[in-house]
């Protein structure tokens, strides 16, 4: 009788042989596209350069010494820890892993959808088509992980009657999830409670604890070892001053911007939600409902300046949730959901499928950062860490800011200051001290007044002919004044601020960071921290962009290019042409393949240089500069050029014979 008993049948078994084909074909579509796409941002080395110094025994620092969390992923780091111990190798190691969690993720997603065909091909199909998922699929960062571990979450959600086991699960993974990402907790969390209250016994909250203990260990020894809670990242970005009608613009023009760059991953969004708040499936609605929470605290926290960075999970919740959801068997609304997704897909020049070697090459990179400031991220990094241009035996990565790191390496400096830290900091190496403006790493800077102007990003706006919005602030790039005497008291280990307040701010945050963890003075500065008000002030208020002192800066950092380059734009401003001029010829000497990102600001320099020198009959100096124009691909009129030649050597005939340029 029970040899009688038919087997049960698994999800693929089910299928016809071309479905099964047309699924097999589709993942191994979407597998080559997210090799194809694959790359690596420069935020990834900041975390690469923690797990760097973990290993070589510094802690787990941004600065070696100094206990700052300058990540907000603990798990992602931690997984790509044995990795790393092994290969001592970030790129390849974080691509590998990257590419094995995203394409784990689909096929759990496959496994989690209707027994119906129709919507596992549409998954694969949606996914493949998505700009948003597969940018993210790789990057370095920690989106894959929270791929996989949000499709764990949704096999265990989509029964419909919880059980003790299952809410351990979702507490287990909503933990696992909050410490991939802590802001994935608004997705999550709501959920998890829902489903605790719907299994109607008291008993279910004890399914809470594992999850609940794990985030408790993390909390616990990130107070111990950090002296806070919160990661330094967040708090760089919590600091800002800016008013909340402006975050809202910002993080409404993020939308738009992701809009443009992706319109089938935010069309998915919305239609998603809609038929999920639509059917009747309540628990479905629940989640989706967190989704929308998710956007909604995204749009108010003014977005990010990596297009589509904040709408990859919210993108693939909601794919996965609306296709748990039996889908209508018309075969005319089946046709018209097809042809709508290969319509926005394939009519998007950014889309995935058009993607290889040469994707965004020959656009400045300027361009590729919008109005908004939000910035197709892929395009601006893939030119030089696309997978498909480093798979060469033996290649090393190139990049301005590795250059850059080389060479603060080289130099053996005690000090480099840059906005870019990540692959510059990762190259320099443990010994050199990278001074982050935008505050990322520097638990200091973090809870000092943000400048009203970024005057880099301003530059930026110029040179392209926009004129800054708002306060002339970029999402996720608040930038900070370094005070006086910071530099001084950072190369000399001591205390030499002058101005009370900023005294004992150092004070207080040296303790934290840098006593041995028992230390009683270090625990009553943490106290001191959680209740004082030193520091709150500076979380409202806002400080002058004028305030930057980029001479300070490059008497401790000489080959600073940013500052060199506002120094000289500022020289300029006063009429100290010559001055100007040297400035700009030692930022392409310290860094000339970072023209790349800077390529129209510098034009524009060289070109008001040569018309200013033309001004005071100064031609000599004015063909100099036309000529650096050229070089950086300007335009200079043959006839123009030719007469400044001809001015030129009259110039240097009536000149002595040790003219000398430069003096």
């Given at each position: 009788?029970?040899n009688?008993i038919?087997?049960k049948?698994?999800?693929i078994q089910?299928k016809a042989?071309?479905?099964?084909?047309?699924?097999?074909?589709?993942?191994?579509?979407?597998?080559?596209?997210?090799?194809r796409?694959?790359?690596?941002c420069?935020?990834?080395?900041?975390?690469?350069?923690t797990?760097?110094n973990?290993i070589h025994?510094?802690?787990?620092?941004?600065n070696?010494?100094?206990?700052?969390?300058?990540y907000?992923h603990?798990?992602?780091?931690?997984?790509?820890?044995?990795?790393?111990?092994?290969?001592?190798?970030?790129?390849?190691?974080?691509?590998?892993?990257?590419?094995?969690?995203?394409?784990?993720?689909?096929?759990?997603?496959?496994?989690?959808v209707?027994?119906d065909?129709?919507?596992?091909?549409?998954?694969?199909?949606?996914?493949?088509?998505?700009?948003?998922f597969?940018?993210?699929a790789?990057?370095?960062l920690?989106?894959?992980?929270g791929?996989?571990?949000?499709?764990?979450?949704?096999?265990?959600?989509?029964?419909p009657?919880?059980?003790?086991?299952s809410i351990t699960?979702?507490?287990?993974i909503?933990?696992?999830?909050i410490?991939?990402?802590?802001?994935?907790?608004?997705?999550f969390?709501?959920?998890?409670i829902?489903?605790?209250?719907?299994?109607?016994?008291?008993?279910?909250l004890?399914?809470?604890m594992p999850?609940?203990?794990?985030?408790?260990?993390?909390?616990?020894f990130?107070?111990?070892?950090?002296g806070?809670?919160?990661a330094?990242?967040?708090i760089?970005?919590?600091?800002?001053?800016?008013?909340t009608?402006?975050?809202?613009?910002?993080?409404?023009s993020?939308?738009?911007?992701c809009?443009?760059?992706?319109p089938?991953?935010?069309?998915?969004?919305?239609g998603?939600?809609?038929?999920i708040f639509?059917?009747?499936?309540?628990?479905w609605k629940?989640?989706?409902?967190c989704?929308?929470?998710?956007l909604?605290?995204?749009v108010s926290?003014?977005?990010?300046?990596?297009g589509?960075r904040?709408?990859a999970?919210?993108?693939?919740?909601?794919?996965?949730?609306?296709?748990?959801?039996?889908?209508?068997r018309s075969?005319?609304?089946?046709?018209?959901a097809?042809a709508a997704?290969?319509?926005?897909?394939?009519l998007?020049?950014l889309?995935?499928?058009?993607?290889?070697?040469?994707?965004?090459?020959?656009?400045p990179?300027?361009?590729?950062?919008?109005?908004?400031?939000?910035?197709?991220?892929?395009?601006?990094?893939?030119?030089?860490?696309g997978?498909l241009l480093?798979?060469?035996?033996?290649?090393?990565?190139r990049?301005p800011?590795?250059s850059?790191?080389?060479?603060?390496?080289r130099l053996?400096?005690k000090v480099?200051?840059?906005?870019?830290i990540g692959m510059?900091g990762?190259y320099?190496g443990p010994?050199?001290?990278?001074v982050?403006?935008y505050?990322l790493?520097?638990a200091f800077?973090?809870?000092?007044?943000?400048v009203?102007?970024?005057?880099?990003?301003?530059?930026m706006?110029i040179?392209?002919g926009?004129?800054p919005?708002?306060?002339s602030?970029?999402?996720?790039?608040f930038?900070?004044?370094?005070?006086?005497d910071y530099?001084a008291?950072i190369t000399?280990?001591k205390?030499?601020?002058?101005?009370?307040?900023l005294?004992?701010?150092?004070?207080?945050?040296?303790?934290?960071?840098?006593?041995?963890f028992?230390?009683?003075?270090?625990?009553n500065a943490i106290?001191?921290l959680?209740?004082?008000?030193?520091?709150?002030?500076?979380?409202t208020?806002?400080?002058?962009?004028s305030?930057?002192?980029?001479s300070?800066?490059?008497?401790?950092d000489?080959?600073c290019?940013?500052?060199?380059?506002?120094?000289?734009?500022?020289?300029?401003?006063a009429?100290?042409?010559?001055?100007?001029?040297?400035?700009?010829?030692?930022?392409?000497?310290?860094?000339?393949?970072?023209?790349?990102?800077?390529?129209?600001q510098?034009k524009?320099?060289?070109?008001?240089?040569?018309?200013?020198?033309?001004?005071?009959?100064?031609?000599i100096?004015?063909l100099h500069a036309?000529?650096?124009l050229?070089?950086?691909?300007?335009i200079?009129?043959?006839?123009?050029?030719?007469?400044?030649k001809?001015?030129a050597e009259?110039?240097?005939?009536s000149?002595p014979?040790?003219?000398?340029?430069n003096?």
């Amino acid at each position: 009788m029970r040899n009688n008993i038919p087997k049960k049948r698994n999800f693929i078994q089910e299928k016809a042989i071309y479905t099964r084909l047309l699924l097999i074909g589709l993942l191994v579509l979407l597998t080559s596209i997210l090799i194809r796409t694959a790359w690596v941002c420069d935020d990834a080395f900041i975390t690469f350069r923690t797990l760097d110094n973990w290993i070589h025994g510094y802690g787990l620092t941004w600065n070696a010494g100094y206990r700052v969390q300058a990540y907000t992923h603990p798990l992602w780091l931690f997984l790509l820890a044995p990795f790393y111990s092994l290969t001592q190798e970030p790129y390849y190691t974080s691509l590998f892993l990257s590419l094995l969690l995203s394409v784990a993720g689909v096929c759990l997603l496959l496994w989690h959808v209707t027994s119906d065909g129709f919507p596992s091909v549409l998954l694969l199909l949606t996914l493949s088509l998505s700009k948003c998922f597969t940018d993210y699929a790789t990057s370095g960062l920690e989106t894959p992980l929270g791929y996989f571990l949000s499709a764990l979450f949704l096999l265990v959600y989509r029964f419909p009657q919880p059980s003790f086991k299952s809410i351990t699960w979702l507490s287990l993974i909503s933990a696992g999830l909050i410490l991939t990402r802590p802001d994935f907790g608004l997705i999550f969390l709501p959920a998890l409670i829902y489903m605790t209250f719907r299994y109607k016994k008291w008993i279910g909250l004890f399914g809470l604890m594992p999850g609940f203990l794990i985030l408790l260990t993390w909390e616990g020894f990130s107070i111990l070892y950090y002296g806070s809670w919160v990661a330094n990242t967040a708090i760089a970005k919590l600091y800002t001053g800016i008013p909340t009608i402006e975050k809202w613009s910002q993080g409404l023009s993020y939308l738009y911007s992701c809009l443009i760059q992706d319109p089938l991953s935010v069309v998915v969004i919305v239609g998603g939600l809609a038929y999920i708040f639509f059917q009747t499936r309540r628990r479905w609605k629940v989640l989706g409902g967190c989704v929308l929470l998710y956007l909604i605290w995204v749009v108010s926290i003014g977005g990010d300046f990596m297009g589509g960075r904040f709408l990859a999970i919210p993108f693939w919740m909601i794919v996965g949730s609306a296709l748990a959801i039996p889908l209508p068997r018309s075969v005319a609304g089946r046709t018209v959901a097809v042809a709508a997704l290969l319509g926005l897909g394939l009519l998007n020049p950014l889309s995935p499928l058009f993607s290889g070697k040469t994707y965004r090459k020959d656009e400045p990179i300027t361009e590729l950062i919008d109005d908004n400031g939000v910035c197709d991220e892929r395009g601006f990094y893939y030119r030089n860490t696309g997978l498909l241009l480093n798979l060469k035996w033996g290649q090393t990565l190139r990049h301005p800011d590795i250059s850059r790191g080389d060479l603060a390496r080289r130099l053996k400096q005690k000090v480099n200051v840059n906005g870019a830290i990540g692959m510059l900091g990762y190259y320099a190496g443990p010994k050199v001290f990278v001074v982050d403006y935008y505050a990322l790493g520097d638990a200091f800077l973090a809870r000092q007044p943000m400048v009203e102007v970024d005057s880099d990003y301003v530059q930026m706006q110029i040179a392209k002919g926009i004129t800054p919005p708002y306060n002339s602030w970029r999402p996720g790039h608040f930038r900070r004044a370094l005070p006086k005497d910071y530099l001084a008291s950072i190369t000399s280990g001591k205390n030499l601020f002058t101005d009370p307040k900023l005294k004992k701010q150092w004070d207080l945050l040296s303790a934290i960071n840098t006593l041995p963890f028992w230390s009683g003075e270090r625990w009553n500065a943490i106290l001191a921290l959680a209740n004082d008000n030193l520091f709150q002030q500076d979380s409202t208020s806002r400080t002058p962009w004028s305030v930057i002192n980029y001479s300070e800066i490059l008497a401790y950092d000489s080959t600073c290019v940013q500052s060199l380059f506002q120094r000289s734009f500022q020289r300029f401003q006063a009429g100290d042409y010559m001055q100007a001029e040297k400035d700009l010829e030692n930022a392409e000497k310290y860094s000339p393949l970072y023209l790349s990102s800077e390529l129209i600001q510098f034009k524009m320099a060289w070109e008001q240089l040569a018309r200013k020198y033309l001004e005071n009959k100064q031609f000599i100096r004015s063909l100099h500069a036309a000529e650096k124009l050229i070089e950086l691909g300007g335009i200079v009129p043959p006839e123009v050029l030719e007469e400044l030649k001809q001015n030129a050597e009259v110039e240097k005939l009536s000149q002595p014979d040790n003219f000398d340029r430069n003096n």
